[in-house]
């Protein structure tokens, strides 16, 4: 009951998000959170929120231009990187687990 399959692939599962979340480091998420708080309370304003601001292709162009945005789309970037790095790993294992497998079936 309690050692089927799904249930030790959940405390695997369970083990390894404890594992990673132990990674990381409290000062760090706390200031991280707290800067994005700052940064969020002085954008959305409650007159920014009111009236947010139109912006067209020209307007587009121009904030592209902007420091903090510039910075901000860097770190969109980073993480879509990172994205992609995770799914070519998840590629990698996968093509691993495959050749184990292969190995430990029987041939016909």
Do not use: C, W, Y
């Not at 940064?39 to 601001?53: H, I, R, S, V």
């Amino acid at each position: 009951m309690l050692m089927e399959p799904q249930f030790l692939r959940l405390v695997s599962h369970g083990a390894n998000v404890l594992d990673l979340l132990s990674r990381i480091e409290p000062a760090a998420v706390g200031m991280m959170a707290g800067a994005l708080q700052k940064g969020l309370a002085e954008t959305f304003t409650p007159e920014a929120m009111q009236d947010p601001p139109r912006v067209g292709l020209a307007g587009l162009f121009k904030q592209l231009s902007d420091p903090e945005v510039q910075k901000a789309l860097g770190v969109v970037f980073l993480l879509l990187k990172a994205l992609g790095k995770a799914f070519g790993h998840m590629n990698e294992e996968r093509k691993t687990l495959e050749a184990m497998m292969a190995k430990m079936m029987p041939k016909k």
